[in-house]
């Protein structure tokens, strides 16, 4: 099996697709647009071609995304809301020749030849499938090249771990610049599940909403969105009983959330799901029992490796830990990256090499059972997660130190377990210049994605300092959240 027949057997047997207002796409048209596409892509394009991707999320996305796996056309997905000069940032370090935007697919449509194009592209599993972008932490986003070989194996693994059919239907809550809607494109083609795209937008009365009128049965999505849903002033005025299958991932899965599960969704097949995008969407998960079975030391287990992956937790010499001990997670195995797109550099620092094998460095702290599940307690660096996106502080940081009028910023997150997480930037600013919040506001959104962009910006004239004379983060946040009565 690879992944062109995968596609090719999908295309025979096209499940129920349907938009975000729930209107049927009809296989007549999928099928005419994808060949058109298909056709356009492999008469203008030459082997080693990149092509960029940026649409709203809908099923020109995913097609879109399909035509390039058949093909063996890297692409490089790009989020909606790109203000300029991140798109130039991504196509210098990517080199993606054309973009593909909802303008485009249509003047494709609107004049594209007919007949079998001449050529076809060399399809090999070492060839790059796709270059997702993460954020940095030095202003520069990082391209992380997967393999075709590393999505295969995720699928073969997709298709034997969950019990999902024909006759179950996907809620594509996630953005495809985020590595697990490739989990809900999965399903559609190994499962012939149906799909619908939420428009949800953290609207949880959408949310709802849509699992109650398309009776969805499967959701991949992250354990913000329960957290928010589950609670008792909402649970007895909405039917969540069609949902069979919750895959959850992006970010820890809090104790609480898991105490929410056993409370009000019993029935539900519940997964703590564990992967960066550096390994191709999950490499660890686990279906959890909504026991003690799941939790050690107030933490819920992310499970064991899947398949053909391995994962260690090592000390800082890269000796393994003993069981229940702390340490960093690395991972092994088909699904790591081939490196970062054009950075050697941070592609040697996150990759190691521990007895002949090449491991990914994850910054995640972890431990392990006596059955050799794994838990994850904490972070080595100032990596967070905002709305399932990985977002690096020193990152938004570095962005706001090249404006001229910045003395010094600080950057840190409020992490709820019931509501969406936000980012907060406390600023000093040069004596001299009368800037206001909305000229910084208005300066970051030329540089940065909205999940980056701080909700908050606090300007400051000193920051308090620890015992070692570093900036104390924790002042800083309690001073906020006293300031806001949070």
Same mark, same amino acid.
């Given at each position: 099996?690879?992944?062109?027949?995968?596609?090719?057997?999908?295309?025979?047997?096209?499940?129920?697709?349907?938009?975000?207002?729930g209107?049927?796409?009809?296989?007549?048209?999928?099928?005419? &647009?994808?060949?058109?596409?298909?056709?356009?892509l492999?008469?203008?394009?030459?082997?080693?071609?990149?092509?960029?991707?940026?649409?709203?999320?809908?099923?020109?996305?995913?097609?879109s995304? +399909?035509?390039?796996?058949? =093909?063996?056309l890297t692409?490089?997905?790009?989020?909606?809301d790109?203000?300029?000069?991140?798109?130039?940032?991504i196509?210098?370090?990517?080199g993606?020749?054309?973009?593909?935007?909802?303008?485009?697919? !249509? !003047?494709?449509m609107?004049?594209?030849?007919?007949?079998?194009?001449?050529k076809?592209?060399?399809?090999?599993?070492?060839?790059?499938?796709?270059? #997702?972008f993460?954020?940095?932490? %030095?202003? !520069?986003?990082?391209?992380?090249?997967?393999?075709?070989?590393?999505?295969?194996?995720?699928?073969?693994?997709?298709?034997?771990?969950?019990?999902?059919?024909?006759?179950?239907?996907?809620?594509?809550?996630?953005?495809?610049?985020?590595?697990?809607?490739?989990?809900d494109?999965?399903?559609l083609?190994?499962?012939?599940?149906? #799909?619908?795209?939420?428009?949800?937008q953290?609207?949880?009365?959408?949310?709802?909403?849509?699992? !109650?009128?398309?009776?969805?049965?499967?959701?991949?999505t992250?354990?913000?969105?329960?957290?928010?849903?589950?609670?008792?002033?909402l649970?007895?005025? =909405?039917?969540?009983?069609?949902?069979k299958?919750?895959? =959850?991932?992006g970010?820890k899965?809090p +104790?609480?959330?898991?105490?929410?599960?056993?409370?009000y969704?019993?029935? +539900?097949?519940?997964?703590?799901c564990f992967?960066?995008?550096?390994?191709?969407?999950?490499?660890?998960?686990?279906?959890?029992?909504?026991s003690?079975?799941?939790?050690?030391?107030?933490?819920?287990?992310?499970?064991?490796?899947? +398949?053909? %992956?391995?994962?260690k937790?090592?000390?800082?010499?890269?000796?393994?830990?003993?069981?229940?001990?702390?340490?960093?997670?690395?991972?092994?195995?088909?699904?790591?990256?081939?490196?970062y797109?054009?950075?050697?550099i941070?592609?040697?620092e996150?990759?190691l090499?521990?007895?002949n094998?090449?491991?990914?460095?994850?910054?995640?702290?972890?431990?392990?059972?006596?059955?050799?599940?794994?838990?994850?307690?904490?972070?080595?660096?100032?990596?967070?997660?905002?709305?399932?996106?990985?977002?690096?502080?020193?990152?938004?940081?570095?962005?706001i130190?090249?404006?001229?009028?910045?003395k010094?910023?600080v950057?840190?997150c409020?992490?709820?377990?019931?509501?969406?997480?936000?980012?907060?930037?406390?600023?000093a600013?040069?004596?001299?210049?009368?800037?206001?919040?909305?000229?910084?506001?208005?300066?970051?959104k030329?540089?940065?994605?909205?999940?980056?962009?701080?909700?908050?910006?606090e300007?400051?004239?000193?920051?308090?300092?620890?015992?070692?004379?570093?900036?104390?983060?924790?002042?800083?946040?309690? &001073?906020?959240?006293?300031?806001?009565?949070?």
């Amino acid at each position: 099996m690879s992944i062109e027949s995968i596609i090719d057997k999908f295309l025979s047997n096209i499940p129920e697709i349907y938009d975000v207002n729930g209107v049927l796409i009809t296989e007549d048209r999928f099928l005419s &647009e994808y060949h058109s596409l298909k056709r356009y892509l492999l008469c203008n394009f030459e082997d080693d071609s990149i092509l960029a991707l940026q649409f709203e999320k809908d099923y020109r996305y995913v097609l879109s995304i +399909l035509v390039c796996m058949e =093909i063996g056309l890297t692409y490089v997905p790009l989020h909606i809301d790109f203000p300029e000069n991140r798109i130039n940032q991504i196509k210098q370090i990517s080199g993606f020749d054309e973009l593909l935007n909802y303008d485009s697919f !249509e !003047e494709i449509m609107r004049n594209e030849s007919k007949g079998s194009p001449k050529k076809s592209f060399s399809i090999n599993k070492k060839k790059i499938l796709y270059i #997702m972008f993460t954020s940095g932490s %030095t202003g !520069e986003p990082k391209g992380v090249e997967i393999k075709r070989e590393s999505y295969l194996n995720f699928l073969y693994w997709l298709d034997s771990y969950f019990d999902v059919n024909e006759n179950d239907t996907i809620l594509n809550t996630t953005e495809f610049t985020f590595d697990v809607s490739l989990v809900d494109i999965g399903l559609l083609i190994v499962k012939q599940a149906k #799909m619908i795209f939420s428009g949800f937008q953290d609207d949880l009365f959408r949310l709802v909403s849509e699992i !109650e009128s398309y009776k969805i049965t499967t959701i991949a999505t992250v354990p913000n969105n329960f957290s928010m849903i589950l609670v008792d002033e909402l649970i007895d005025r =909405i039917d969540l009983s069609s949902l069979k299958y919750a895959l =959850i991932a992006g970010s820890k899965f809090p +104790l609480s959330l898991h105490e929410k599960f056993n409370k009000y969704l019993k029935g +539900l097949q519940v997964y703590n799901c564990f992967g960066p995008t550096e390994f191709t969407i999950y490499c660890l998960a686990k279906k959890l029992n909504i026991s003690d079975s799941d939790i050690s030391k107030n933490t819920v287990s992310i499970g064991k490796a899947i +398949l053909n %992956t391995k994962f260690k937790i090592i000390d800082d010499e890269l000796n393994e830990v003993s069981q229940g001990e702390n340490g960093e997670l690395v991972v092994s195995g088909i699904q790591l990256m081939k490196g970062y797109k054009n950075n050697p550099i941070k592609t040697n620092e996150a990759i190691l090499e521990i007895g002949n094998e090449l491991y990914y460095r994850t910054g995640d702290v972890a431990f392990f059972d006596v059955n050799g599940n794994c838990y994850i307690v904490g972070r080595k660096d100032d990596t967070i997660k905002v709305s399932g996106f990985r977002v690096n502080l020193s990152d938004v940081d570095s962005y706001i130190h090249k404006f001229e009028y910045v003395k010094d910023s600080v950057t840190i997150c409020i992490e709820y377990e019931d509501k969406p997480n936000f980012l907060v930037s406390f600023i000093a600013l040069d004596k001299t210049s009368p800037i206001n919040i909305s000229k910084i506001r208005k300066d970051l959104k030329l540089h940065l994605p909205s999940f980056q962009i701080p909700k908050y910006i606090e300007m400051i004239k000193e920051f308090p300092v620890n015992h070692s004379g570093k900036v104390c983060k924790k002042t800083l946040k309690n &001073e906020f959240l006293k300031k806001y009565g949070l």
